[in-house]
């Protein structure tokens, strides 16, 4: 028996096939770096599928084109305010005097093989992953995917949108035309209005008075290496905290903060995504090809004496500037110092109103005082407050981007730059109430609609004629994925300050941050804030008999 058992085991041994060199290193690789079991664990997790998911994606993979292109450019790219002259492709600006920046820039656009549609590519890149971001922002604002355990990746992905504009403005500045000349020259502005340390914050950025010699090389740097590499960390460790917390996903049948219902990472997911991939690259690449952007040799290069027509930053700035253009040149003077209020304070508001939208997660945390896990994304229309925000945020950005194109929408429209000043001043305070107000009253009639559905079905169309000669239009249930989805909604109970005197008639002490919990809590969580969803009972008695007519 044990020469038959070893005879057998040396035939099985034969044949088994020897190990081919792809198989050996990734033994080699799992062995010291344990990769099997890790990919077995995640290569296989569920991830949900809707077309708004898509839009992380999209900054994804224009940053990764970004990247791309970035490097491309550095090697052809000189970060040099030395003056030359040019003589070069461009024949309408040879012999004029400018900066070695920026005849490598023109360089790059007129000589260096596909320089141009790369220059192209990188720009229209910009301006869709900002954009994305702050759609992407938007979607997990009005669903709630900001709530716990989601709170630090929703401020990486601030920092992100924030890093994201500061980068932009680094980069279009580089080229050194007349067009960014004129961007850090109100950047410029901005910074020496600052009280105090505004000139030296000035004469140490430019090195010395402006415009210096010392920005370009000092923005290079910033722009190429510190910002993308605090940007590249900041993906990974979102990517990762993605993973981690498992991806939200919509309301439906056999979905619930457990389970997830989707396709697996590979290789449905993956074939998904580097399609994707490709399509973002070739519509960027498009892009750049046909539509023409930052034609730097149009403008010509920087002279601080002169100032481009209807000069206008990338529109992720275009808020900032019009906060600055229709604020009143206040200006004060007291011992022998002059302040400007009229800079300053549009200069602050700018970062301050980016940073309440970064807060609101916390802010709602402690409204509610909820501290579970949500993986569940909430539908807009039931949370009419936070929609309502969100909207009221966007309308101030509209609003503020009118303004900081006052001059180009004056000479378009043929109006006066002054009423349009005084419109954008007005809407200011005025636009986001009124864009709150509308929102929230749509909100309340979707939720309206969603209830009289439940417990109405669905017009079908269909009239009938009672015995009595009365027309009614003949309702259908609706089926219980439908009935789920529109009534799986929480409505908790807001937080209340409860009675302010005890049982032995004792006045509590109550803080005042209970207080102003309680009055937001009872403004966004409310009775005037939703409709009540329709019971189970309210449902089996309507259904119970011939009552969907």
């Not at 004129?182 to 502005?189: E, L, S, W, Y």
């Not at 997911?269 to 519509?283: C, P, S, W």
């Amino acid at each position: 028996m044990d020469g038959a058992r070893s005879g057998n085991e040396a035939a099985a041994s034969a044949r088994r096939e020897p190990e081919g060199k792809g198989e050996k290193l990734a033994n080699w690789a799992d062995g010291r770096l344990g990769l099997y079991s890790l990919a077995k664990a995640n290569m296989r997790k569920v991830f949900p599928d809707h077309w708004s998911f898509m839009l992380g994606e999209v900054c994804l993979y224009s940053f990764l084109i970004l990247i791309l292109t970035g490097i491309y450019l550095t090697l052809f790219f000189e970060p040099s305010g030395v003056e030359v002259i040019y003589h070069g492709s461009f024949v309408p600006l040879n012999g004029v005097s400018m900066t070695r920046a920026y005849e490598s820039t023109l360089d790059i656009s007129f000589d260096v093989r596909g320089g141009l549609l790369i220059r192209q590519i990188h720009h229209w890149a910009a301006l869709v992953f900002v954009t994305g971001m702050l759609v992407h922002m938007m979607r997990v604002f009005f669903t709630g995917a900001f709530r716990k355990p989601r709170e630090i990746n929703w401020l990486f992905g601030w920092t992100l949108l924030m890093l994201g504009i500061i980068t932009g403005l680094t980069g279009y500045s580089l080229p050194d035309d007349l067009l960014s000349g004129t961007g850090i020259r109100f950047a410029d502005g901005a910074i020496l209005s600052i009280p105090i340390v505004g000139t030296y914050l000035s004469m140490f950025l430019f090195g010395g008075e402006f415009p210096g010699h010392d920005i370009i090389s000092r923005l290079f740097p910033v722009h190429v290496l510190l910002l993308p590499g605090i940007m590249l960390g900041l993906v990974v460790a979102h990517l990762i905290l993605v993973f981690y917390h498992k991806h939200t996903q919509y309301p439906g049948p056999g979905r619930d903060q457990k389970t997830v219902v989707g396709m697996p990472f590979l290789p449905v997911y993956m074939a998904k995504a580097g399609g994707f991939f490709f399509l973002v690259f070739g519509v960027l690449a498009v892009m750049g090809g046909i539509a023409s952007i930052n034609p730097v040799w149009a403008f010509g290069p920087y002279r601080p004496d002169l100032v481009t027509t209807g000069a206008q930053p990338d529109w992720y700035l275009g808020f900032s500037e019009g906060l600055i253009r229709v604020m009143p040149g206040w200006e004060l003077n007291f011992w022998g110092h002059t302040l400007e209020p009229g800079v300053f304070i549009p200069f602050s508001l700018f970062p301050l109103i980016l940073l309440a939208l970064g807060l609101y997660p916390f802010v709602e945390a402690w409204v509610t005082g909820d501290k579970r896990e949500h993986h569940i994304l909430d539908r807009p229309r039931n949370a009419p407050v936070r929609t309502g925000l969100g909207v009221a945020w966007l309308s101030l950005y509209v609003v503020l981007l009118i303004g900081g194109g006052n001059d180009i929408v004056a000479t378009h429209l043929h109006l006066s730059i002054n009423v349009i000043t005084w419109f954008v001043r007005i809407s200011f305070f005025v636009m986001p109430v009124l864009a709150f107000l509308v929102t929230k009253r749509v909100c309340m009639g979707l939720q309206r609609r969603d209830r009289d559905k439940v417990l109405h079905g669905r017009e079908s169309g269909t009239i009938r004629r009672l015995p009595h000669g009365e027309f009614v239009e003949v309702h259908e249930p609706l089926p219980q994925d439908q009935l789920f989805t529109l009534t799986q909604h929480e409505q908790k109970p807001p937080y209340e300050i409860g009675p302010l005197v005890d049982a032995n008639g004792v006045r509590r002490r109550v803080k005042p941050g209970q207080r102003v919990r309680a009055r937001l809590a009872r403004a966004m969580f409310g009775s005037e804030s939703h409709i009540p969803k329709p019971t189970a009972e309210e449902y089996r008695e309507l259904t119970s008999g011939d009552h969907h007519h």
